[in-house]
């Protein structure tokens, strides 16, 4: 109720009581009582005044309300007068609740939001199932789909791509997307502005729409491009070589069903390569479909395959591929979108947010232990209150109150942490170039989530003390006197437990940190098979009507004279991708003598590469030779092994001179001499061993060349060659666009991202528990302090020295210290044995870790028994005697 | 005078709510259209009046609305809603029930079965 209500209410309620006692000594004088008499005889009648009130407002229901109140002013008196315990509860409190709301505002930003599409549990993925996994089927077979299913409302497509854009004569490589003229409105998605694309923009191969060529742009694209001007509805750019018309602007989160990926602009896919579309069995596709109303999966499904074995009985498709991939159809839920920040997330934010909850649970325990330590203290506060009547129901509900408060401040200040940490999170995610953008706003999930996290955490350190005080017999209460406290040993022993499960909790969190920390350190120096450091490495990309020609060969060549030319510049070349860069290009060959039993044996990973880049990257050949500016396209066709390939298809003889052929290609009749062999390099998993790699040159090899990846050797940190060589770049060519400048090292920061989140976040839990420890042990050991003065008295006067006082402190301790150490090992080695997909190079059970966390606790114990330490060993034995 | 009765439990609302079934009153008009209603043989302790009055009007049985009194002072009037004359009536029916089951028990006579 409101205060100015609750005002009007005891008026009004004053004057009704005072009127009927007027009205009735009125009646009485009329009927000749004296005045006096009169009023005497109202007040005896009618009772008292005040009882009468408290009982109309327990009527009317505001007793509740009134006691609340009351436990609110006492709780916030008693806070205020000590402070001390106040800031370190609020403080404690706030640190934990906030890691605990920013994790899980990453958990639920990653792993649980459903797209804000409409009616997501309707849209299903449509997926090519087979013993290799899934893929998205190829468009004719999503063509025919989208025309024959009847248990779909609509079928939808979508592909995500880099897409050259031109506008105001400014080229770029934009995040696009490729999409069905109908994925929008399968989505349910609405425009900003202007309109979304419709099936009639996306039905004319190479033109777009019969109307002209439309696309809509994402708001963050709109905003940083266009500067948010809504005259952009209308206006001409080029994709590619073609004149489109932006009709709308579209929410970027929404763009493309897949979460954390930032997207700039969507085409109709008619636009897109029209060989790839008319392809049979090219796979770039990622199917969405929304079911009709009444229509199951199951059934949907059963449709769907039919369709499909249709299809891929007409379409020539070897055996084994059949089985790998094109085995059958199925139906995925799509209400998330696509998983694949999900799938790479899972496991660490799991991990984190367990480690959260550890951190949650040190606070409380902390917290709990303060309360009760002062619980005690007030005893004999209690037992007064008890004596004179107040209900032990009563004294409950002023201590939980009193730790509602407490945790109510720390989820406020939490909150706050929280969306600091939260920024500081999505810059983590958003660095490098393949940045992952995270929704991550202060939503209603996100303040429920802490609301309840704050009333459990209240509940949980408010009870105990609670009942503890509503425990006390207040006879025995009333008669402590200042020093010796009854029950005191009892608590004493709760105290030290508290503290000993604070030390436990911080020896598990530090001990992880320890494990994860480790594992990063050997992640980052396992041999990749190439020198590291002082590697500047570049994307570049021509226009699209020089893809493979002789100019942009030639180019290339002029490319590296020059920037070789830099100094510092000591070597550089081209390849068509770089190990770290996240790109990978698989093909299949033959290789004569070699009895593949799979059509798996046939897979090996495709490079092509200049000459001089092994040098660079300084990978040292093992057999046979480097390219040469000699293996042009007109000469004899050669290619490079790697050990891994060469051991493999090669087990028994020498590579060198030996023949490969590829196949799945239009003039399948690709021969290959092998004239190398150079060491394993790991192209990008860490964790795992060098995969097989074939390297051809890049002026004969089976693609198309375009984007190509400069690598370039310098003296010197390599980003500050940055600027140069750009310059050098477009001296050769001005239009060349030059993307993703990174350096190696980087590059592997880049990979490491979950590793070193993990690492990052677990140190940082592991020394707020240290810290909340460093604090429990400090009080307990003050308490134990102050309570043995006397007996300190006694020994000192027995002849105990101000070490040997000292010593018996930090005695205590390292004793508490250890004991928390001691039994959190086996809790440590059960969790590390969980996470240990996440661990690398250590196992659950490491010395070092356990080692280093457990002497960092043992330094903090005996840092936190300085100063009682010292109070105790400078007493003086004569007044520690006399002290009651 | 007649002889005094004392208020049974629970039926200090019935008998309020019948007061101001039969027209508006304020607190103290409820007092005496009991004492007049019952010959004055009803003791009521005047201050209880008022929690009672409170809690029929916060269950929504009762309203009530600032007024003027005869002697033209400002006062508190209660008057019976639609749900308190359903109440009401019932109460009324319940207890009527209530009074004969009893009085058919304690005037039963030996023999008679």
């Not at chain 1, 098979?529 to 570049?538: A, D, P, S």
């Not at chain 1, 830099?566 to 390849?575: D, Q």
């Not at chain 1, 991708?577 to 033959?590: C, K, L, Q």
């Amino acid at each position: 109720m409101k205060m100015r209500r609750r005002k009007q209410f005891e008026a009004e309620m004053d004057a009704e009581l005072r009127f009927h006692i007027e009205s009735y000594v009125a009646d009485l004088v009329r009927s000749g009582v004296s005045r006096e008499e009169a009023e005497r005889r109202a007040r005896v009648e009618f009772g008292s005044v005040e009882a009468r009130k408290d009982e109309c407002r327990q009527a009317w229901g505001l007793q509740r309300l009134d006691e609340l109140r009351a436990d609110l002013r006492l709780a916030f008196r008693t806070i205020r007068r000590s402070p001390g315990l106040a800031t370190i509860a609020v403080l404690s409190l706030a640190l934990a609740i906030g890691a605990n709301a920013a994790i899980f505002g990453v958990f639920d930003a990653v792993m649980l939001r459903l797209l804000p599409v409409r009616d997501p549990s309707r849209l299903v993925f449509v997926q090519m199932v087979g013993v290799a996994g899934w893929d998205g089927p190829p468009y004719p077979f999503f063509e025919l789909l989208r025309n024959q299913a009847k248990s779909f409302k609509e079928v939808s497509a979508f592909s995500p791509s880099a897409i050259e854009l031109i506008a105001d004569r400014g080229r770029e490589m934009a995040r696009g997307v490729w999409v069905s003229g109908n994925f929008y409105e399968t989505l349910g998605v609405r425009p900003l502005i202007g309109r979304t694309l419709t099936a009639s923009d996306d039905d004319t191969p190479g033109k777009g729409g019969r109307n002209g060529a439309v696309a809509v742009i994402s708001d963050t694209y709109w905003r940083r491009r266009f500067g948010g001007d809504p005259q952009v509805i209308g206006r001409t750019i080029y994709v590619y070589k073609q004149a489109v018309t932006i009709v709308g602007v579209m929410p970027a989160e929404i763009m493309r069903l897949e979460p954390g990926y930032a997207t700039d602009i969507a085409v109709p896919m008619m636009l897109s390569d029209p060989v790839k579309m008319r392809d049979r069995t090219s796979l770039w596709l990622f199917v969405v479909a929304r079911l009709r109303p009444a229509v199951g999966v199951k059934q949907a499904r059963a449709e769907a395959d039919a369709l499909f074995q249709a299809y891929v009985a007409d379409v020539q498709i070897p055996a084994e591929v059949r089985t790998r991939l094109f085995h059958h159809m199925d139906l995925a839920p799509a209400a998330k979108g696509l998983g694949g920040l999900r799938h790479r997330f899972s496991k660490p934010l799991t991990a984190l947010m367990a480690l959260s909850g550890l951190v949650l649970l040190a606070a409380c325990v902390n917290i709990t232990n303060l309360m009760l330590a002062r619980a005690v203290a007030r005893q004999r506060d209690f037992a007064v209150r008890l004596a004179i009547g107040a209900g032990r129901g009563r004294l409950v509900r002023q201590n939980v109150t009193e730790a509602l408060v407490l945790v109510g401040a720390g989820a406020i200040f939490g909150i706050v942490l929280a969306r600091m940490g939260q920024t500081a999170l999505a810059a983590f995610f958003a660095q490098g170039n393949n940045t992952i953008v995270l929704d991550l706003s202060l939503d209603a999930r996100l303040l429920l989530f802490t609301a309840g996290l704050g009333l459990l955490t209240g509940l949980a350190v408010g009870i105990a003390p609670a009942l503890r005080a509503a425990g006390n017999d207040p006879a025995a209460g009333l008669q402590i006197g200042s020093r010796s406290i009854a029950g005191s040993r009892v608590s004493m022993r709760l105290g030290r437990a508290l503290v000993v499960i604070q030390v436990a909790l911080s020896m598990v969190l530090l001990a992880g940190a320890g494990l994860f920390i480790r594992s990063l350190r050997e992640l980052r120096s396992v041999d990749l098979g190439f020198v590291r450091e002082g590697i500047l490495t570049m994307e570049v990309a021509p226009e699209r009507q020089l893809n493979g020609s002789p100019e942009w060969l030639a180019m290339q060549a002029e490319i590296l004279e020059r920037v070789r030319q830099i100094p510092g510049v000591l070597s550089c070349g081209w390849t068509t991708m770089n190990p770290m860069s996240g790109r990978d290009r698989g093909a299949i060959i033959e290789v004569p003598g070699f009895a593949a039993r799979t059509e798996e044996d046939k897979e090996i990973h495709l490079a092509a590469v200049s000459p001089e880049y092994f040098d660079t990257l300084g990978v040292p050949t093992s057999l046979g030779r480097e390219f040469t500016p000699g293996d042009h396209g007109g000469a004899l066709k050669v290619a490079i092994l790697n050990d891994t390939a060469a051991r493999f298809y090669f087990p028994h003889a020498n590579p060198i001179g030996r023949k490969i052929r590829f196949v799945n290609y239009p003039s399948s009749d690709l021969l290959y001499e092998i004239v190398g062999v150079v060491r394993d390099t790991v192209h990008d998993d860490i964790r795992e061993p060098a995969s097989r790699f074939i390297y051809l040159p890049i002026g004969q090899h089976v693609d198309r060349i375009n984007r190509l990846a400069l690598a370039a050797r310098c003296s010197g940190d390599p980003i500050t060659f940055a600027t140069s060589v750009r310059r050098h770049i477009q001296t050769v060519r001005s239009t060349l666009l030059i993307l993703n400048v990174s350096t190696m090292e980087r590059q592997i920061e880049q990979m490491l991202l979950r590793e070193r989140l993990v690492a990052t976040l677990s140190a940082a839990f592991g020394i707020v528990a240290l810290v909340l420890a460093g604090i429990g042990l400090y009080g307990i050991l003050s308490y134990a302090v102050t309570r043995r003065t006397n007996e300190i008295g006694i020994r000192m006067a027995l002849g105990a020295t101000s070490n040997g006082v000292l010593w018996m402190v930090l005695r205590e301790a390292l004793a508490l210290a250890g004991g928390g150490i001691v039994i959190a090992i086996p809790a440590v080695v059960v969790l590390a044995h969980a996470a240990k997909a996440s661990l690398y190079g250590v196992g659950p059970f490491d010395p070092l870790a356990f080692a280093a966390a457990a002497l960092l606790l043992a330094g903090f114990a005996a840092l936190a028994a300085v100063v009682p330490g010292r109070r105790a060993s400078s007493l003086d034995p004569t007044t520690a005697l006399r002290s009651e | 005078m007649n002889k005094q009765v004392d208020l049974l439990q629970g039926t200090l609302d019935m008998l309020i709510l019948k007061a101001v079934s039969l027209g508006g009153l304020h607190g103290y008009g409820v007092l005496l259209r009991l004492q007049q209603l019952t010959g004055g043989r009803l003791q009521i302790q005047q201050g209880s009046l008022y929690p009672a009055l409170y809690r029929l009007e916060r269950k929504g049985l009762i309203t009530s609305e600032w007024g003027e009194s005869d002697h033209r002072r400002k006062a508190k009037f209660y008057k019976l809603s639609a749900s308190g004359r359903r109440q009401l009536e019932a109460e009324t029916a319940r207890w009527n029930d209530f009074a004969s089951v009893v009085a058919g028990v304690l005037g039963a006579v030996p023999g008679e079965s």
